[in-house]
C-alpha cells in the first residue's frame, strides 16, 4: 500500500477489494452489504476503506443515499457515498 500523502499509480482507481459480506441488522431489521477495499482517492493516495450500502429488497437494486464510505485508518475522514456508492454496487455485483 502506497503511505499516506504520496500519490499511487492513478487517481480514483480501485486498487483491491478485500472483502463483501451482507449483515443483518438483528433479527427483523433491514439488511446491508459491506465492502473493504483499497482505493486510490482523487489525489492518488492509495487508501483503505470501508463502505456500506442497503439493498432496495422491495424493487431490486440498491439504495444510494444509504451508501456510507470511510477511510479504516483515518475513520474521521469520510466519502461523498453517493457518488462513490456506483463502485461501490459494482464491488457487490462482481462478488456474487
Known amino acids: 500500500?502506497?503511505?499516506?500523502?504520496?500519490?499511487?499509480?492513478?487517481?480514483?482507481?480501485?486498487?483491491?477489494?478485500?472483502?463483501?459480506?451482507?449483515?443483518?441488522?438483528?433479527?427483523?431489521?433491514?439488511?446491508?452489504?459491506?465492502?473493504?477495499?483499497?482505493?486510490?482517492?482523487?489525489?492518488g493516495v492509495e487508501r483503505r476503506m470501508l463502505a456500506s450500502i442497503t439493498p432496495n429488497n422491495d424493487i431490486g437494486g440498491y439504495d444510494e443515499t444509504s451508501c456510507r464510505v470511510i477511510d479504516i485508518d483515518e475513520p474521521e475522514t469520510s466519502w461523498r457515498g453517493d457518488s462513490l456508492a456506483p463502485k461501490i454496487i459494482n464491488m457487490i455485483e462482481g462478488s456474487k
Open 1 to 43: 500500500m502506497t503511505p499516506k500523502n504520496k500519490p499511487a499509480f492513478a487517481k480514483n482507481e480501485l486498487r483491491k477489494v478485500h472483502q463483501v459480506d451482507y449483515h443483518r441488522n438483528g433479527i427483523s431489521g433491514k439488511g446491508f452489504y459491506s465492502v473493504r477495499y483499497d482505493w486510490a482517492d482523487y489525489d
